[in-house]
């Protein structure tokens, strides 16, 4: 779980620190108060591109810190296996941003990568954020949905592996089935193509790696040169005298006139004391550049090795990492390319095996969908009869994809998934985008979330502000979900409605100040007091009336109760 968070120079937030307790925690305040810029600072630890533009105006560096506990054993795995050192079960996750673009990352102290960053973020926070629900109306990503639910990840990638052979042996069917000359110049361009790589020897990984050391050696590069710069500054060199040198002189010229005035030698222990201290700090900063493991030679050759991948991957249209499997496909491609009339006959029987294979897994994927879209609608329909949605009723249709030679094979299968839905009685299913409002688009997303983290090994889930378009009961209907949710896993919310904020467990305001012509946001953890004036806030705005704070009491009254009640049910 996230157990604190620590902003510095991110927009209006000079300096916030926040711990974090298990269970459903309320972030609210004020529009423009800058709750969205918890998000993005919690966005920047987990790898994502943020806007140099969110640093302080002002500010040379703009710092998010967080430190994770009770990590689940695949990210800690994960952690060692990218080369960091992990005690316990914590993880500590920093990021500096500076305005020129740069990142200085550290996991557990040690350098890393953006890359790296969000690797681990997936596996440490699911934010669901207030326009998720729009992606529901985008069909392509329905069948990524039923597939998580499903869990059928182990399936998908034997199939796409089989799927992707598949491929390499309809492309190699059509080299051999070229004419001699169309043969002849891509065989050429094979073989010189595979030589280049061959020459590269791309490493799996091995992009990653050199960005790594890159940015090691880059941070070694700098902090050697500013080693430099201070012993110049300190001892000086041929052309310029420095602090040392001008001290000895201050103490030989006091020295000199110690006899012409009596205060004088008061003054000589002081400037020896000076001197000493100088001399101290001068060997520190000489022993420390030649302690540092730098070499100028090593961070040319690294970039040198980093250009050449990039000019191939660029040439190949491929990412940096996939180098090695396609030089795996074009020998394939080459090796086919030299074969005889008997090598294709014998590839066109391997291709229709192999396609009979492939169709066999697809329609075993297509089952297995079946099979959970049923469950998966079943299960969101009961959550959204908890959401005030009473009449809900929700399907997965599942059709084969057609092409012009029949079935459609892709990476997933042969299948697409849509949802339908119907919100009211004696309606007909339809599309998402037919049906649903804004407020039952949040909804929706929501009990979807609700089914689906049941599979999740992310044990932190932040929702911003997905009660959009919602109010009154079915508000209070929402909140009760998210308690729920709160329940398994640590749950963060934004929200500005006060029928879900009287129900954390936890809850923080966050509010700016305008002081000396600066805006400064500040987060503020608040206590049962403070918590009642807030609610009385959130429910009749600023003027807190006695009748807010009434309505407030009242609601956290019913809220506890309500929370006691699940408690006793579990």
């Known amino acids: 779980m996230l157990r604190s968070l620590s902003i510095e120079n991110i927009a209006v937030i000079e300096r916030a620190d926040i711990d974090f307790e298990d269970g459903f925690t309320v972030l609210s305040g004020e529009t423009g108060a800058g709750k969205s810029i918890i998000i993005d600072s919690i966005n920047a630890i987990l790898g994502q591109r943020v806007s140099r533009e969110l640093i302080r105006t002002g500010a040379s560096m703009a710092s998010v810190m967080a430190v994770f506990d009770r990590v689940e054993p695949t990210a800690l795995h994960l952690a060692v296996d990218l080369g960091f050192e992990v005690r316990d079960d914590t993880l500590s996750i920093s990021r500096q941003m500076y305005p020129d673009g740069r990142n200085v990352c550290r996991i ?29 109306l985008d069909e392509n990503l329905h069948i990524d949905y039923l597939d998580d639910f499903a869990e059928l990840a182990p399936e998908l990638a034997v199939f796409s592996d089989r799927y992707d052979a598949l491929l390499q042996l309809n492309r190699n069917i059509r080299a051999l089935s070229l004419s001699n000359a169309e043969k002849d110049r891509r065989v050429a361009q094979l073989t010189e193509e595979v030589g280049a790589l061959e020459k590269a020897g791309v490493r799996e990984g091995e992009y990653r790696e050199l960005q790594a050391l890159r940015s090691t050696l880059l941070r070694s590069q700098r902090v050697g040169q500013a080693l430099q710069e201070s012993m110049l500054l300190l001892s000086g060199d041929e052309d310029t005298s420095g602090a040392l040198t001008l001290v000895s002189e201050a103490i030989r010229t006091m020295t000199q006139c110690a006899g012409l005035d009596s205060e004088s030698p008061a003054l000589l222990p002081a400037a020896k004391e000076i001197e000493a201290l100088l001399g101290d700090l001068s060997a520190n900063v000489t022993r420390e550049l030649y302690r540092m493991e730098y070499s100028p030679q090593q961070l040319e050759d690294t970039e040198k090795r980093l250009d ?17 499997r396609l030089l795996n496909e074009l020998r394939s491609e080459l090796n086919a390319l030299q074969g005889s009339e008997d090598d294709l006959e014998e590839l066109k029987e391997r291709y229709a095996t192999m396609r009979a294979e492939v169709f066999s897994r697809a329609q075993a994927l297509t089952e297995k969908r079946r099979e959970a879209g049923e469950r998966l609608s079943a299960l969101v329909c009961e959550e959204l009869h908890q959401l005030d949605m009473p009449a809900a009723r929700m399907a997965a249709e599942i059709e084969s994809q057609q092409g012009p030679r029949g079935v459609r094979f892709t990476r997933k299968g042969i299948d697409t998934v849509r949802f339908l839905l119907t919100t009211n009685r004696g309606e007909s299913l339809k599309p998402l985008n037919k049906v649903a409002s804004g407020g039952e688009l949040s909804r929706i997303m929501l009990a979807l979330k609700k089914v689906l983290s049941a599979n999740e090994p992310v044990i932190t889930a932040i929702f911003d502000e997905i009660d959009t378009g919602v109010s009154g009961r079915a508000a209070n209907k929402v909140g009760q979900k998210l308690y729920e949710i709160s329940m398994g896993r640590q749950v963060l919310c934004i929200t500005h409605l006060p029928q879900i904020a009287c129900l954390a467990d936890h809850h923080f305001r966050i509010s700016k100040q305008e002081e000396a012509g600066r805006t400064y946001t500040h987060v503020e953890p608040l206590d049962e007091r403070g918590r009642m004036d807030e609610l009385a806030r959130l429910t009749s705005g600023i003027n807190i009336t006695q009748a807010s704070l009434d309505s407030a009491r009242e609601m956290l009254v019913i809220s506890a109760q309500y929370k006691k009640s699940l408690t006793k049910q579990s």
């Open 108 to 136: 557990n102290g040690r350098p890393a990568v953006l890359a790296m960053l969000r690797q681990l973020g997936v596996l440490l926070v699911n934010i669901h954020g207030q326009h998720d629900g729009q992606n529901l």
């Open 308 to 324: 050449l991948i990039t000019a191939l991957s660029e040439k190949h249209k491929t990412e940096p990492d996939q180098l090695p």
